[in-house]
């Protein structure tokens, strides 16, 4: 299981992440923790300084923007 968390604030880009996040791992048949996480220095602690960030398995695999739905797949499947 992969663990997952989005990091920001609530913005409707973190809330769209999150969802392509459970939508691509329903697909793909691969079972996720999703968590999100709204905490600033928790995020900042990431080092993310950019929003939504994602954190799969403890590592930061994106800051910035939406991640595209083919990227996500990909960090889902690997």
């Known amino acids: 299981m992969k663990n997952i968390k989005i990091l920001g604030t609530g913005c409707k880009a973190c809330d769209t992440t999150a969802n392509l996040f459970r939508i691509a791992a329903e697909q793909a048949g ?25 954190i799969i398995d403890g590592e930061v695999v994106h800051a910035g923007g939406l991640p595209g739905p083919d990227q996500i797949r990909q960090w889902i499947s690997e």
């Not at 691969?30 to 994602?54: F, N």
């Open 30 to 54: 691969v079972e996720i923790e999703l968590e999100k996480v709204t905490d600033i220095a928790e995020i900042m602690g990431y080092g993310v300084m950019s929003t939504p960030g994602v």
